[in-house]
Nanobody, 126 residues
Framework: QVQLVESGGGLVQAGGSLRLSCAAS????????MGWFRQAPGKEREFVAA????????LYADSVKGRFSISRDNAKNTAYLQMNSLKPEDTAVYYC???????????????????WGQGTQVTVSS
């Protein structure tokens, strides 16, 4: 059974930083790309960042480029999202997910992922 568990969310002031973690189990973590998505109230889930199975390539949404950084530690079966210079518009529930395909470089679309975590709330106050 595949499980993804996010942690690290919380309340932070604008300009602050948070680091999200996604611990994976039940699948050979190192074979799959990982993605981070977010969903704000009343909005659709949107892509934030993705990292390839090896960690050698990354993808970012334009809205977070230069502020967020995705990484992974295959020895710990964990992916991370470092979020700096946070803005109120970054407020959302953040989800991690694993790709459907093995040895992928990641996907911008939710349909490219088959397992999702339960989400962690990030709230940025102005």
């Amino acid at each position: 059974q595949v499980q993804l568990v996010e942690s690290g969310g919380g309340l932070v002031q604008a300009g602050g930083s948070l680091r999200l973690s996604c611990a994976a189990s039940g699948r050979t973590f190192s074979r799959y790309a990982m993605g981070w998505f977010r969903q704000a109230p009343g909005k659709e889930r949107e892509f934030v960042a993705a990292i390839s199975w090896s960690g050698g390539s990354t993808l970012y949404a334009d809205s977070v480029k230069g502020r967020f950084s995705i990484s992974r530690d295959n020895a710990k079966n964990t992916a991370y999202l470092q979020m700096n210079s946070l803005k109120p518009e970054d407020t959302a529930v953040y989800y991690c997910a694993t790709t459907v395909k093995t040895y992928s470089s990641g996907s911008y679309e939710t349909k490219g992922y088959d397992y999702w975590g339960q989400g962690t709330q990030v709230t940025v106050s102005s």
